[in-house]
């Protein structure tokens, strides 16, 4: 196939990123910076699948192609970048750094949709490399202090990361013989191998401990940087795991157990570290890291078991997409808040922020709570040892998620990001919404969007509530507490009592309102019932009821009472067993 | 009888009548001496014909031959001494005619011209002699006109010099003259061939030994090289460069021609010969690295680079001198032009600047950027850095050193490059620093047709490094040392 | 002891004390001097050489060369006696 | 086609005649002097396009001329000649260009000009070298025309570093002729030829082999900056910045690369050299050459000495890559010859425009010099992130065919030597790109405030070479790339 269609896709970003230097074309290149992606999506979208090409003599031969998997991701992240886009452009608009953002934005959306493209090993670590060099600068862009020290973390953990990857595909490829990914993914590749390129892989996915650049990255990161950070190219360690490793076709135990082990240990670690902190985008880093804990788990059986895998890719490959528009929702919703100057306006964002986040803590029939229920019958075909551990994990995760969603919203309020001035408040939002509607959207389009690999999510049950529930009452309650001992138990108490003293004021006042209409009630209404009885001589009329109704009476007393007419019902109680379980905190 | 008019007669008895005539007319000194000069050279031309074309050519003097008769011989050998001579000899009267051409050097002119053909009288002698008797007569001659050289500037330092030169000269004469009487008591002949072959008895041993400390003497052979860089120092440019480049060669020719008669001396004895030559390779150098005047750092690298030529005798070791006098030779004639064209620099970098102190040559603005490059280019050529004649020269030395085992000889030749590579880098440091200059530096003053002389020198000592086979095959010619190559 | 070997061995003397005289002389015409001494005994030790037993001549061979010798040792001595007055009349003014 | 069986003379000659030219112009003739040295730098590539065409149809050149009786002069013009002779051609026009820029108003330039164009015709008589005597006389030719320009400033700053530059050298050159006698005494002859001379002398005389193997690297180990011998380096940074950069691109450093790869192929021969248990001690020495030279390179604050320092690690690729002994570890080093070449040149001229235009000499200096100069910066930057190794940049084929060629050696180790490497690579340049873009001017600048006036010919050269770095390692598998053309050697000196 020719490679005309993926010149296209990539040389977007490319041309963009280069015209961008030039400074006559800024303001032009800025206008159409959403669309940046277009290309891509459109090939992913359009194209026939599975294609491929590839150019010999680019690198060290260039391979690239979409096939069923990479093209969603493709689609997903793509239209991440297009919101980002859209966003950037407003938020950059008199950023005096706003051509060093743009160019990294553009080199790191390059090396984001390239590497999803790649099917060798190098070219996928060219891209790989490239986006996050070029995030680099994201995360630097605002020069303080907090972002110089992310920046210094991040960096460090790239470095790592990259080596990490460059000799486990060192080490794959000549265990392989070959460079494509194909061909790789048929390797029984060595432990080191594959313990190396999970090293690097999970760097990105900031599973602990490999994690702590990610919080404060996101944090750090300028709001359109965040969510593409945290939406789109986390899930390049995702991708690279799936489209490398040979999952499904050789088994790793231990390294899927450590996985495993990591992940579990990521989604509630993250939630410890993720309800301390105060900056919202920090605690939405946290929230990234539990969710990636999640795709841990799977990734980890796949490596276990791998008879699994078939079963839980399509999985992974949904949640990571919900995830992707969930979190890319909030982060933009992030900067739409920030964006808005109102109260009243604020708290509109806020309920529409409620949208992804409840998406993202799985409410039944949301994605989220599609994908867990998913992940949990996937998960059931691998390792029977480990299953209860995960269904219990898995759904303890919801109850995380939601107290990470509501101390983010807590945050929020409580320590708004800023907004650069001048900021269009409505020209933010469309994108948010943007975002938020496909979130929403996500299972009803996930059908004929992925058609081979949709099923286990049509086959879903829709989940459970209680977790959600459960941790909105938790929340509730920590937020009372909070609330409490940050103004002391006297003044509380005061507080909790306040509606109900007031209540009782105004219930005293209607009383007393109301007494004397009573008062006059009482007098009236004997008389009219006096008057309409004698009009309708009531009077007599009763007495001969009565006379007739003693005399039933009395006949039914004579009748022998053989069968009786009302059998009597067993009743069962019902237990709340669930209920008796609390997360350990 | 009718007097054969030969090419061998020619070249030693026209620069003698030169000098006669240069000492009688000194109004018409310089023109007499190149006169005398294109002659000598024209002779030397027409001798290394025939020499191509028959070998090893023979003259007895006056019909008398051998053994009591005086015999003239040339061999590829002495006719490349010869040739050395020659050209040397040309190019420093050329740079002469600039560096004595002031009012206030109008004696030193005088006495120039007839010092020198009598000096090219008794070198060529040397180069053709068959006899030891000769030899010593020729070598005096040499000694004479050398002394009167050194002097011509007549400074204190220079005279002062030159009486030590004249008292290490008069007692390796002494010496020398002693080992030819007992050589002539011994076996009756004085002419080479009767040296062929003499058992070597321990009188005749003696008596060589006698020799070759004379000529150690007069060629400055460590430890006997005390007379040596005062005396080169302190004459003037164009005569250190003649003492230097082509006196001290005259003794070293001896030796190496005495070699190829003598009986063959015992390792112990080439071993001492050897430790001398490394004492001055090391002694030399490390004097040099201490020189506070440039023409005295040449003149000790001069003890070095004869120590050096001295090395290449003693590894002949068990294979003989049949290879290493090629060694031998070729450093020879690397060192006579490289030398002379360092003097001469040196002197065109002294004449310019007003002084040759070695630290204070970067404070001058004046570069004279010409003789400095020279001074570097000969350098190269004494250092041995390919593709010199000093480099072939050393690759031979240390290919049968190597050859023959003798790693130490390797060893003192490396140490000895690097003590030269210390020593000249002292001198290249001055050429190029600028920043302890005031004024703005000329980088292009100094300029000068007296120049050219060195310069083609310098580059010759460069270049023939790339026609090193010819030349050795040409001192093959007669086959010096009796084996087919 | 041969007359012979006697005047050989007064050579070798003779020889040896101009050498110590040489090399130990601090003043300049002193060493001239020593030299000269010095020659002589080589001199008389070649002379010595040709020596034969009265019936034969003695060799002259020896004889030339000491004659070659003593002219080339008396040309070396006038340089040499040369270098030496100049050399004074520079210190004189030197001094001066 | 023509047939000109003197073509490797005709090359060499263009810089070697240039030089006495050149010396000979007044002070004043720039323009003459800029003419010549353009001109022949331009022909000397059109020449060696000429060249390399003509050695991939197969034609072999060979020209000997005898010095010494059965030593000759010898130059031949094979494959891995070509290699380095392209490099050295091109970015002496490169060079060139750039040094008539920076040298515009300085003192000195006939010396200067000629010393340069007689230092480029020595590393292409290197590379022409058909045997080990011609080597060592370009060697030392190398040696001395290069001291002239390392002091060129002639401060007694750059005197000292001269002097220990000349030592160093010297006393390598010297031991290197040590070692060319002992090749010519024990094999006979020095010629280089595929696989080896030595194979019949190690099997009667295996102790003498290896004293020599370790002589003869010893000696090019000088040049090559192998870990004991690496001191002169860094301090012969004092060299303006056109000497810099062709120092540690092409000329020195590469003289000694190539020589370790001459000798252990052509010399030796990969297979003698394993049979002597010489290779994994010098994979070795090269292994913490790399090491060393990363972790001096971080404390460095001068810039051009951290470049130095990286120099001295990144060149040792090319010894760990002969030394591997595997022929995609070869092509590995091969590659990198040319990459670390183009990558290395880039930083030297960037640092050099650094310094020229805002005055920049230090790391700590450089916060905010992208915004000043964003064309020389962002060509600096290219060639960091190569260096880091980071596709698809040419560092990065390279340190991925020496990587593959270590597990095809089976030494695995080199996969954590690369490693940790690219480690210290990423922290000792990251910081410089952080300071140069990310980082606000100080407010009293260290440079003249405003843009920096730098001429073309000063800005040009870093981004054309950057250009290259890039098309270097994007296109590495087209035909005619360096990659393909170490193939084609390793294919010769594997004798596959």
């Known amino acids: 196939m020719s490679l005309l269609p993926y010149i296209a896709a990539l040389g977007l970003p490319l041309g963009l990123a280069v015209l961008l230097t030039w400074a006559q074309a800024r303001s032009l290149v800025w206008r159409v910076m959403p669309f940046a992606p277009l290309s891509a999506l459109a090939l992913a979208l359009l194209g026939d699948m599975p294609m491929t090409a590839q150019a010999e003599w680019l690198i060290l031969g260039l391979h690239l192609g979409l096939d069923d998997t990479s093209r969603l991701f493709v689609i997903f992240t793509g239209l991440l970048w297009c919101a980002a886009g859209a966003t950037a452009r407003h938020w950059m608009r008199d950023d005096p750094r706003a051509t060093s953002f743009g160019v990294m934005f553009l080199m790191a959306q390059l090396g984001n949709l390239g590497l999803l493209m790649a099917q060798d090993a190098l070219s996928f670590y060219a891209f790989f490399a490239l986006m996050s060099f070029a995030s680099y600068g994201l995360v630097l862009h605002s020069r303080t202090p907090q972002a110089l020290g992310a920046a210094r973390l991040y960096i460090g953990f790239v470095v790592l990361g990259e080596l990490a990857l460059f000799a486990g595909l060192a080490l794959a490829g000549a265990q392989a013989g070959s460079f494509l990914l ?69 088994a790793y135990a231990d390294h899927g157990t450590v996985l495993m082990a990591a992940g579990m240990v990521t989604i509630f670690a993250a939630l410890l570290l993720g309800v301390q902190q105060a900056n919202p985008k920090a605690v939405l880093g946290f929230s990234s890291v539990s969710q990636m804990g999640i795709l841990a788990l799977g990734l980890g059986a796949g490596l276990m078991v791998p008879q699994a895998w078939a079963a839980i890719v399509p999985v992974l490959i949904f949640l990571a997409a919900h995830h992707a528009l969930a ?101 933010v939002l469309l994108p948010f919404l943007l975002v938020s509607a496909a979130s929403l959207a996500l299972p009803a389009v996930w059908g004929t969007l992925a058609q081979t690999v949709a099923a286990p999510i049509r086959l879903a049950p829709s989940g459970a509530l209680w977790p959600v529930l459960c941790g909105v009452v938790l929340a509730a309650g920590v937020a009372v507490f909070a609330h409490a001992q940050r103004i002391g138990a006297g003044v509380f108490l005061s507080q909790l009592t306040a509606p109900f003293r007031a209540f009782g004021a105004r219930a005293d006042a209607i009383v007393a309102a109301k007494r004397r209409a009573a008062r006059r009630l009482g007098h009236s209404i004997p008389k009219a019932l006096g008057e309409t009885a004698d009009q309708w001589r009531l009077g007599q009329t009763a007495i001969a009821g009565l006379i007739v109704l003693t005399l039933a009476v009395e006949l039914r007393t004579t009748l022998p009472a053989e069968t009786a007419i009302f059998p009597e019902q067993q009743q069962h109680p019902m237990p709340l067993q669930d209920l008796t379980l609390t997360p350990d905190f | 009888m009718s007097v054969e008019i030969s090419p061998m007669i020619l070249s030693v008895f026209v620069p003698l009548f030169g000098a006669i005539a240069a000492f009688v007319l000194p109004r018409a000194a310089a023109l007499i001496g190149f006169a005398t000069l294109v002659l000598t050279s024209g002779a030397v031309a027409w001798l290394a014909r025939d020499v191509l074309a028959a070998g090893a050519v023979g003259l007895p003097l006056g019909g008398w031959g051998a053994p009591l008769g005086i015999d003239l011989r040339a061999d590829g050998l002495s006719v490349a001494m010869l040739a050395l001579t020659s050209v040397v000899g040309f190019l420093v009267s050329i740079a002469a005619l600039d560096s004595l051409k002031g009012p206030e050097q109008a004696r030193q002119r005088q006495y120039f011209w007839p010092l020198w053909l009598l000096l090219l009288t008794g070198m060529n002698g040397v180069y053709l002699s068959t006899d030891i008797f000769n030899l010593y007569v020729m070598i005096e001659v040499i000694a004479l006109a050398a002394v009167g050289l050194t002097v011509l500037s007549g400074s204190r330092a220079a005279l002062q010099a030159g009486l030590d030169y004249m008292y290490a000269s008069i007692f390796g004469a002494l010496l020398f003259l002693m080992g030819v009487g007992f050589v002539y008591l011994q076996l009756g002949r004085l002419d080479f061939a009767g040296l062929t072959g003499a058992a070597p008895t321990g009188a005749l041993i003696a008596a060589l030994a006698l020799i070759f400390v004379g000529l150690a003497l007069k060629t400055a052979l460590f430890p006997l090289h005390f007379w040596l860089p005062a005396a080169h120092a302190n004459a003037t440019a164009p005569a250190s460069a003649l003492l230097s480049g082509l006196v001290v060669k005259a003794a070293l020719y001896v030796v190496l021609r005495l070699a190829q008669y003598m009986p063959f001396p015992s390792e112990n004895l080439l071993t001492l010969v050897g430790l001398m030559g490394a004492g001055a390779v090391i002694w030399g150098g490390v004097q040099a690295l201490r020189a506070e005047r440039l023409k005295l750092l040449v003149a000790w690298s001069t003890v070095a680079q004869i120590g050096l030529i001295f090395v290449a005798f003693a590894r002949a070791g068990e294979v003989g001198l049949s290879e290493s006098w090629k060694a031998a030779a070729l450093l020879i004639l690397a060192h006579g032009i490289a030398k002379a064209a360092m003097f001469l620099a040196a002197g065109r970098i002294k004449d310019e600047i007003g002084h ?115 030349v050795l095959s040409f001192i093959e010619i007669g086959y010096p040392f009796g084996v087919a190559p | 002891m041969t007359p012979d070997l006697i005047y050989g061995l007064t050579g070798v003397a003779v020889f040896g004390i101009g050498l110590v005289g040489a090399l130990s002389a601090q003043d300049r015409l002193r060493r001239v ?64 | 086609m023509m047939d000109a069986p003197l073509l490797p003379l005709f090359i060499l000659l263009t810089s070697l005649l240039a030089a006495p030219i050149l010396f000979a112009l007044p002070e004043r003739a720039a323009r003459l002097r800029t003419a010549i040295n353009l001109g022949m730098a331009a022909l000397k590539v059109a020449l060696v396009g000429w060249l390399s065409i003509k050695v991939s149809q197969g034609v072999i050149y060979d020209l000997r001329f005898e010095m010494l009786p059965g030593l000759e002069f010898k130059l031949q013009a094979d494959p891995l000649a070509i290699l380095f002779i392209a490099l050295s051609a091109v970015l002496w026009l490169i060079t060139t260009i750039y040094s008539v820029g920076y040298l515009e108003h300085g003192p000195h330039r006939a010396r200067f000009f000629g010393f340069f164009s007689l230092c480029v015709a020595a590393t292409v008589g290197i590379a022409l070298s058909g045997n080990l005597f011609t080597f060592l006389l370009f060697y030392e030719l190398l040696t001395l025309a290069t001291y002239p320009l390392v002091i060129h400033r002639g401060t007694a700053e750059a005197l000292r570093a001269g002097r220990i530059y000349l030592i160093y050298t010297l006393a390598g050159g010297l031991v290197l002729l040590l070692g060319t006698l002992g090749l010519w005494v024990l094999a006979g002859t020095t010629d280089f030829v595929p696989g080896g001379v030595l194979a019949d002398v190690v099997a009667e005389n295996r102790l003498a082999a290896q004293l020599l193997f370790v002589v003869l690297i010893g000696a090019l180990g000088v040049k090559a900056a192998l870990v004991p011998f690496h001191r002169w380096l860094p301090i012969a940074m004092v060299a303006p910045a056109p000497v810099s950069a062709l120092l540690h691109a092409v000329a020195v450093v590469k003289a000694g690369a190539f020589g370790i790869m001459r000798v252990v192929y052509e010399v030796f021969g990969i297979e003698t050299a394993q049979t002597l248990g010489m290779t994994a001690p010098l994979a070795a020495l090269a292994g913490v050459t790399i090491i060393y030279g990363s972790i001096r390179a971080i404390t460095q604050d001068d810039i051009k000495k951290r470049l130095a320092y990286s120099t001295v690690s990144q060149v040792s690729y090319i010894t760990l890559g002969v030394a591997l002994a595997s022929p995609i570890a070869a092509v590995g080093a091969l590659a ?102 990310f980082r606000d001017a100080a407010p009293e600048g260290t440079g003249a405030p405003g843009r920096p006036r730098i001429g073309w010919m000063l800005a040009a050269p870093p981004v054309t070479t950057a250009v290259l770095v890039l098309v270097a390692g994007s296109f590495a598998n087209a035909p005619f790339s360096p990659l393909e053309w170490t193939r084609f050697i390793v294919a010769i000196e594997y004798q596959e």
């Not at chain 1, 490999?210 to 360690?237: D, R, T, Y």
């Not at chain 1, 799985?362 to 996937?378: I, Q, V, W």
């Not at chain 3, 002589?40 to 019936?55: I, N, S």
């Open chain 3, 33 to 96: 001097l020593a030299l000269k001494l010095c020659s002589v005994g080589a001199g008389f030790l070649l002379v010595v050489g040709a020596w034969r037993e009265p019936p034969a001549a003695p060799d002259p061979v020896p004889h030339a060369l000491v004659i070659t010798g003593i002219v080339v040792m008396v040309s070396a001595t006038a340089v040499a006696l040369a270098l030496i007055r100049r050399l004074q009349t520079l210190e004189a003014t030197d001094e001066r």
């Open chain 4, 336 to 437: 990198h010859l040319i990459h670390q070449g183009l990558m290395k040149i880039t930083m030297f001229m960037a640092a050099g425009n650094l310094a020229e235009g805002l005055g920049v000499k230090r790391v700590s200096q450089m916060d905010g010099v992208g915004r000043a100069m964003p064309g020389t910066m962002l060509a600096f930057t290219l060639a960091a992130l190569g260096m880091i190794g980071l596709p698809p940049l040419a560092g990065f084929v390279s340190k991925w065919y020496l990587a593959q060629g270590g597990l095809q050696a089976d030494q695995v180790w080199v996969i954590a030597l690369l490693l940790g490497s690219s480690l210290l690579n990423a922290i000792y340049f990251l910081p410089m790109l952080h300071r140069a873009w």
């Open chain 1, 327 to 427: 979190k890319g929702a909030l982060f933009l919703g992030t900067g739409a808040f920030a964006a808005q100057t109102g109260r009243v306006t604020r708290l509109v964002v806020t309920l529409a922020l409620l949208f992804p986040a409840l998406v993202l803590a799985g409410l039944p029939a949301s994605s989220g709570g599609l994908g867990k229920e998913a992940l949990k019958t996937a998960l059931g075909a691998a390792s029977p040892v480990w299953l209860p551990w995960l269904t219990v994990a898995l759904s303890l995760s919801g109850v995380a998620t939601t107290l990470l969603m509501a101390r983010y919203i807590a945050m929020i309020w409580h320590n708004p990001p800023k907004a650069p001035a001048n900021l269009a408040p409505e020209a």
């Open chain 1, 182 to 250: 194909t061909d790789l993914r048929q390797t029984a590749l060595s432990d080191i191998s594959v313990a190396l390129l999970m090293i690097g892989f999970c760097v990105k996915l900031g599973i602990m401990p490999l994690h702590f650049w990610l919080p404060p990255a996101h944090g750090a990161a300028p709001v359109p940087a965040s969510a593409v950070l945290s939406g789109a190219m986390i899930k390049a360690g995702l991708f690279g795991m799936i489209t490398i490793l040979p999952l499904g076709s050789a």
């Open chain 2, 356 to 470: 040759d102190v070695i630290r204070d040559l970067d404070r001058t603005p004046i570069r004279p950027t010409l003789a400095q490059f020279t001074f570097a280019l000969a350098a190269i050529s004494l250092i041995g850095l390919p593709p010199s004649l000093g480099f072939i020269g050393k690759w031979s030395l240390m290919e049968g050193a190597m050859a023959a085992g003798y790693w130490h000889w390797v060893g003192v030749t490396m140490a000895g490059t690097l003590l030269s590579v210390a020593y000249f880098s002292r001198v290249f440091a001055g050429f190029l620093r600028f920043d302890r200059v005031r004024a703005p530096v000329g980088e292009h003053q100094g300029w000068a047709l007296a120049d050219a002389a060195p310069l083609t020198l310098a580059l010759m000592a460069i270049g023939l490094g790339l026609l090193a086979a010819p």
